[in-house]
C-alpha cells in the first residue's frame, strides 16, 4: 500500500509529529511505500534546521532527514506557512536579503500543489 503524510503539528511541544515520524517508521517496517511526507502551520518548523533540543531528546528535524535519504521520499514544506513561521530556504533568504537561512536538508519549499499530487500518488493520506 501506498501512503502519504500531512503532518500538521510541531515538532516539540506536542505529541503529533512524533508520532507521525513513528508511524512512518512502521509504515516501511510493515513494507509499505511512503511516497512523501507534507509539512504544513505549525508542522513546517521540522524543517528548521536550527532547532537544537535537549541531549536526552529525539532530534527529529534529523530524524526525518535520515528516514526520507535512507527510503527515498521527499520531505515538502508548504511555502507561505514557512516563511510566517520564519523557516527560509537559501533562495528565499536572498530574496528577503536576509543574511542566513535554516531549511534543512532535505526538506524543500514547495507550493499546496505538491500536497495534491501526494494525495493523487496515494492509496492513504494520513494527518497528523
Known sequence: MKF???????PYGEQGSSSAYQFAEAVIAEGHQLVGVFFYQQGTLNGNGLL????????????????????GFGLDVCVSAALRRGVVDAPEAER?????????APFAL????????LSAACDRLVQF
Not at 4 to 10: D, G, I, N, P, R
Not at 96 to 104: C, K
Not at 110 to 117: K, P, R
Open 96 to 104: 528577503a536579503q536576509l543574511s542566513h537561512y535554516n531549511l534543512a
Open 4 to 10: 502519504a503524510m500531512l503532518v500538521t503539528s510541531s
Open 52 to 71: 537544537t533540543p535537549a541531549a536526552d531528546e529525539v532530534n527529529l528535524v534529523q530524524a526525518w532527514a535520515k528516514l526520507a535519504e535512507q527510503h
Open 110 to 117: 514547495t507550493g499546496l500543489g505538491q500536497l495534491a499530487e
